[in-house]
């Protein structure tokens, strides 16, 4: 029901305005998890009936980006669209960092997996 921010002046400046987004894991609905790449792909379990439909991946134990899927942009096998949130950067719709997969999605053998790399994800059915 709290969090923290301490006193850095980058995340709690005085005067400022910030926004959080908190998430939750509902059953059957949403998911926040973690996993350890594995180099190859990798399906995620996130108990849901027929997929993800947005995925939001952050690799936590070295530099990498916010990467946003989701099912209006297309999330296949092969190539996804994908956005990043902390860049201006465009879509970019080269890569294939995830693939559908039944209960969840997958992680491919790409920046999204790399063998002993720790990831956090939020997705929604």
Do not use: M
């Given at each position: 029901?709290?969090?923290?921010?301490?006193?850095?002046?980058?995340?709690?400046?005085?005067?400022?305005?910030?926004?959080?987004?908190?998430?939750?894991?509902?059953?059957?609905?949403?998911?926040?998890?973690?996993?350890?790449?594995?180099?190859?792909?990798?399906?995620?379990?996130?108990?849901?009936?027929?997929?993800?439909?947005?995925?939001?991946?952050?690799?936590?134990?070295?530099?990498?980006?916010?990467?946003?899927?989701?099912?209006?942009?297309?999330?296949?096998?092969?190539?996804?669209?994908?956005?990043?949130?902390?860049?201006?950067?465009?879509?970019?719709?080269s890569?294939?960092?995830?693939?559908?997969?039944?209960?969840?999605?997958?992680?491919?053998?790409?920046?999204?997996?790399?063998?002993?790399?720790?990831?956090?994800f939020?997705?929604?059915?």
């Amino acid at each position: 029901t709290q969090f923290s921010l301490g006193s850095n002046g980058g995340i709690n400046e005085s005067g400022q305005t910030y926004i959080a987004y908190l998430f939750a894991s509902v059953d059957g609905v949403s998911k926040v998890g973690s996993y350890t790449g594995n180099g190859s792909t990798q399906n995620i379990d996130c108990g849901f009936s027929s997929g993800a439909r947005f995925v939001l991946i952050k690799r936590t134990d070295s530099t990498g980006g916010w990467w946003v899927f989701d099912t209006e942009r297309g999330i296949v096998s092969g190539n996804d669209p994908l956005i990043y949130l902390h860049t201006t950067l465009a879509e970019n719709t080269s890569l294939d960092f995830i693939d559908p997969y039944s209960s969840g999605f997958a992680v491919t053998a790409t920046s999204s997996n790399v063998s002993g790399g720790s990831y956090i994800f939020y997705a929604i059915a």
